[in-house]
């Protein structure tokens, strides 16, 4: 049984068919053919290798390892991240934060009225800061509200 590892006899039965067509070519036609020859493998090699190379690969290339610090997020992402989590010394941020809720649900509702929901309370109640599970009822509430129409 022969050894897996083993590449076998045909790599060298191939390669060293390939040296003997080269050696024939350059003693029959001399270097120049020889520089053909190599211009049209390096070619023949070109087309063949790149188009691969060019293909999505599925990997976000974006993404590079072992970077100082995390890219910088969208200046809204960052807004909303700096008011639904505030650093310690931001106190302004759940007041922010709630102007910035009533002016969504305003625009959104024409001032009729905010329905009944954690929406209504918060809005109705001072400014304070939201936890994500109540920052998510707050937010479906606000989607779920009709919109006015505009003529």
Known sequence: MADPGRPGLRPYVVAGGLGTVVLLLVVARGPVALLAAAAIAVLTGFVLAVPPLLRPDGIDWDWLPDRAQEPQPEPGIATLR???APETGDTAAPARLHA????IADDRSGGTGYGEGRLKAYLDGPPRRLDLAEAGAVI????????KETR
Do not use: G, K, P, Q
Request: net charge neutral.
């Open 82 to 84: 700096r008011l639904l």
């Open 100 to 103: 910035l809720v009533r002016a």
């Open 140 to 147: 479906t509430e606000l989607e779920a509200l009709t919109t």
